[in-house]
């Protein structure tokens, strides 16, 4: 196998592991599926942390990680599905982890770590050829 096919291999498991991860992280707060909270306790986690309208960033931050998930499984626009994942993680490390927990004693803080990484070189590196449509 050439490198050419290893990179595209690397990026395909990259893709569908992290958008995976994100469309059923999208679910639980949208739908409640997996066990997930629904939209109505997104709603009342975003209100406990000070976000002006809080149904609006509930519903915005559930659907980028729901449609942001599945257009990274099947390679779609792979680029800007991983920057807008970095973009609530950020989010999340911001107004959770950071304000609510020591980054040393914050096992979310390895995850996260984790994530940004790999959507940072899904960002950089694209999402490979075997992408459906890739910027």
């Not at 931050?61 to 950020?90: K, Q, Y």
């Not at 803080?109 to 050829?129: H, P, Q, R």
Request: with cysteine.
């Amino acid at each position: 196998m050439d490198k050419n096919k290893f990179f595209n291999l690397s990026m395909f498991t990259l893709r569908v592991v992290v958008g995976f991860i994100f469309a059923v992280h999208g679910a639980q707060k949208l739908f409640g599926m997996f066990g997930g909270i629904g939209l109505e306790g997104t709603v009342k986690m975003v209100e406990g942390i000070s976000f002006l309208n809080p149904y609006l960033v509930a519903v915005a931050w559930a659907s980028i990680e729901l449609v942001g998930g599945i257009f990274l499984i099947f390679g779609i626009l792979a680029r800007w599905s991983a920057l807008f994942i970095m973009l609530t993680v950020l989010i999340h490390l911001w107004k959770f982890d950071l304000t609510y927990d020591s980054l040393m004693q914050s096992m979310n803080i390895e995850y996260n770590a984790l994530i940004l990484s790999s959507c940072l070189s899904i960002v950089l590196m694209g999402g490979g050829s075997w992408s459906v449509w890739d910027t």
